[in-house]
């Protein structure tokens, strides 16, 4: 049931200063950190990354949003952490995230105004959406030597 997942805060999360303040929810709920840096990608790495939007309208969108600065990367360990970490991010447009969500806690715009400006709807975090991505996205973004299994303080009363 101990599962590994992906969440990158994006360049506006990392923008506005939010990379303390994300990072403690999943402290907060018990995750470990198990790896994590600070990456500027560039286009190529991108379309690998949404490899499964590349053909979409909205892809050249989200292309310039993910590679306008550097995103933090980290791998989160913890049971049911795939499902766990969706369930605190929140749905993809920050209009419908619920208060509580990081979505909807910290944006609040919608795909009708990001499409009618032109730009990828900003919504703070990418986080795998199920454990097949979730592997594949592991992969693809941390060597096995960066990935660190170690005890926190408080496994013993959230695990
Ligand atoms: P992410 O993969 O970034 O965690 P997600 O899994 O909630 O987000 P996806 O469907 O994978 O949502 O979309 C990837 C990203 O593409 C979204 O986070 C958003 O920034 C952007 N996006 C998705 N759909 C649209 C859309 N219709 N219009 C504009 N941008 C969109
Ligand atoms: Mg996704």
């Known amino acids: 049931m101990k599962e590994q997942t992906l969440v990158l ?12 303040e994300l990072t403690t929810r999943f402290e907060k709920a018990g995750l470990t950190i198990i790896g994590m840096k600070m990456v500027w990608i560039d286009k190529a790495f991108a379309k690998k990354h949404y ?6 309208a909205f892809y ?5 949003m993910i590679t306008e600065g550097p995103v933090v990367a980290m791998i989160l360990e913890g049971v049911h952490a795939v499902e766990q970490v969706r369930k605190m991010v929140g749905p993809t447009e920050p209009r419908k995230a619920p208060p509580g969500t990081i979505r909807g806690d910290y944006a609040h715009v919608s795909y009708e105004y990001a499409d009618k400006k032109g730009v990828a709807v900003k919504n703070l975090i990418h986080a795998s959406g199920n454990k097949a991505e979730a592997k594949d996205e592991i992969k693809l973004w941390f060597k096995k030597q960066e990935l660190h299994s170690y005890q926190t303080a408080h496994q013993k009363h959230t695990m």
């Open 9 to 20: 805060i994006k360049p506006d999360g990392v923008q506005r200063g939010l990379i303390g």
């Open 51 to 56: 490899s499964a939007h590349v053909k979409k």
């Open 60 to 64: 050249p969108t989200l292309e310039a």
